[in-house]
């Protein structure tokens, strides 16, 4: 009876490389029999040809010689610059509309005026002898109560000094008249429809704020893995890296191309009509900025440039990290939310933060375009196309504090008209309900405050927060921004 022979020598350790194709089979003893060798070849089938947009997707056949296409590379930036600028030129209407929405100035104290239009008497009416000439014959001329209106104030040249941002007459004709205007939407229309702005006007800036966002999605990864590499040694890989790190990095990429943003607020807000305006370009903006601002010094450290490029580029990282960690466990789902193990209660946390997060980032963005409206320097007043105001803020307090205590909220304005045959005849009666209704308006507590005005576009930002929601829950997009941070 023969001993079974010993399967010490079969053993063949496993390989940690991939293969595709089997190897040969190793050496066998003498004394058993070699396995039959496997039916099946793993052989990998033909690649199939790519079909991305431009022709764009490189080979990946590694025996080619690895060298530099031009032609791909050329391609692949103008594929890319192209989607950027449409991408951009989306959103730019809706970004004018909010911009001119924050640096529109609407005093409180400022009535809402009635209509000059008077409404014309009918022509029967005129005409006709159903007027009792005897009772106006012997009428005491002492007791009529019509009035005129008062001479307007003139100054030494003759010309009427503008008392209210509300008089149509003095309001020069490249401002867009205030106080119709409650939204963004509104005011994208009425920039659609006034003679000194029309449809081109939506898309101002358009070409710095492309170049902008190309630059700061660029620019401040970069960054973020400098600092990473200065201030977190390789062994602390495992672990979370400290919170101030990423908001350094939004705050140092955002100085860096805060030139770019205030030329942007520039271009956006001045009139396009030819004769009233400053800048040609945005090369032209930032050559007259320098020459007549103080140059690059006073563009990158003045006061009421510097503080509220820090606060704005700050806050906003900041909030957009330390919000959805606050809410996160504050939703019912349990104490462990995070985006991998319950996605769609993280997206929901996110999009509450960021609405959160409005309550203290718009006033502060408010306040930073007001401030780079204002010129400095030997520069002259830029005539911009909404009313600003015309006494310059001195920093971020005084400017938040005037907006609060100066400006009303009661957006929009209802302008109150009256006939020329009512106020003939019922003179005292309209000035009792005038005054009741003035009194009423006074009484009303967004007529006496402009906290809206630091909150202008803030129905945009939660509707595309509720958009961002729905594509995320729905679409399975793992980032909740999506590239809408700009919105």
Not at 71 to 97: D, I, K, N
Not at 258 to 281: C, E, F, I, K, N
Request: glycine share 6%.
């Amino acid at each position: 009876m023969s001993s079974n022979p010993s399967l010490r020598d079969l053993y063949n350790p496993p390989s940690s490389a991939w293969a595709f194709i089997p190897p040969p089979a190793p050496m066998q003893n003498a004394s058993v029999p070699a396995p039959a060798p496997a039916a099946t070849s793993y052989q990998w089938t033909t690649r199939p040809a790519h079909n991305s947009i431009f022709d764009l997707s490189p080979s990946l056949d590694l025996s080619e010689p690895s060298s530099l296409d031009v032609s791909l590379l050329l391609r692949s930036l103008f594929a890319s610059a192209l989607l950027q600028y449409t991408s951009t030129a989306l959103v730019m209407p809706l970004e004018v509309g909010k911009l001119l929405l924050q640096i529109q100035w609407i005093p409180k104290d400022a009535p809402a005026p009635s209509s000059q239009i008077y409404e014309e008497e009918e022509e029967e009416e005129t005409l006709s002898d159903s007027t009792n000439e005897d009772e106006s014959y012997f009428a005491d001329p002492a007791a009529s109560h019509t009035k005129y209106p008062a001479p307007k104030p003139v100054d030494d040249q003759g010309y009427v000094i503008r008392t209210s941002v509300l008089e149509d007459g003095t309001r020069p004709e490249y401002i867009i008249p205030v106080g119709s205007m409650n939204g963004t939407w509104d005011m994208v229309k009425r920039i659609a429809t006034f003679r000194g702005e029309g449809w081109l006007s939506l898309w101002k800036g358009l070409l710095t704020s492309c170049i902008h966002d190309v630059l700061f999605s660029n620019v401040q990864p970069l960054v973020d893995n400098i600092i990473h590499s200065i201030f977190l040694s390789s062994a602390a890989g495992l672990y979370r890296p400290p919170l101030l790190l990423p908001v350094a990095s939004h705050v140092i990429t955002g100085f860096l191309l805060s030139p770019l943003d205030l030329v942007r607020t520039r271009l956006v807000a001045q009139s396009a009509m030819q004769r009233y305006r400053t800048y040609t370009g945005p090369f032209d903006a930032l050559r007259q900025i320098i020459a007549q601002e103080g140059g690059i010094r006073s563009i990158y450290f003045h006061p009421q440039l510097l503080i509220p490029t820090i606060l704005d580029n700050g806050l906003r990282p900041l909030l957009h990290i330390l919000m959805p960690t606050l809410i996160a466990p504050r939703l019912g789902f349990g104490p462990h939310v995070a985006p991998d193990t319950s996605p769609i209660a993280w997206a929901f946390a996110q999009v509450l933060g960021s609405m959160a997060s409005l309550l203290i980032t718009l006033p502060i963005e408010t306040v930073r375009r007001r401030l780079q409206v204002q010129t400095r320097g030997t520069a002259k007043a830029l005539r911009t196309c909404a009313e600003t105001r015309p006494v310059p803020y001195n920093g971020v307090v005084d400017a938040l504090w005037h907006i609060v205590t100066e400006e009303r909220s009661d957006l929009p304005i209802k302008r109150r008209s009256k006939s020329r045959k009512q106020q003939a005849e019922h003179t005292e009666e309209n000035d009792s309900n005038d005054l009741f209704a003035e009194k009423q308006d006074e009484s009303r507590w967004l007529r006496n405050t402009g906290i809206g005005q630091l909150y202008r576009g803030m129905r945009m930002r939660v509707g595309v927060s509720v958009i961002v929601l729905l594509l995320t829950t729905f679409g399975g997009q793992r980032e909740v921004d999506g590239g809408w941070a700009e919105l």
